[in-house]
């Protein structure tokens, strides 16, 4: 039975190496940021590419209006069941 049970010095020893193998696995290199590079995307060029993005969901929104209104949707069930 004594054999089964580890003494208050095995777990301590246990607990340092796997306090030790958790540490080793921590690092503070990937938490600076890049040299050279700005943290954040330029605000002026993010602005343009939200309004371009902006602009073509508008002009597909308005594709789908036209078909929609158009009758020109290609739905396979009798007319009126929209």
């Not at 095995?10 to 503070?28: E, I, R």
């Not at 050279?36 to 209006?65: S, T, W």
């Amino acid at each position: 039975m004594r054999s089964v049970c580890l003494s208050h010095g095995s777990w301590l020893t246990l607990a340092g190496l796997v306090a030790g193998g958790m540490l080793g696995f921590y690092s503070t290199l990937g938490a600076a940021p890049q040299a050279g590079q700005p943290p954040f995307a330029n605000p002026v060029d993010q602005r343009a590419e939200m309004i371009r993005e902006l602009r073509e969901i508008k002009e597909l929104l308005k594709e789908q209006n036209a078909l929609l209104r158009g009758g020109g949707n290609k739905h396979a069930g009798p007319p009126g069941l929209h």
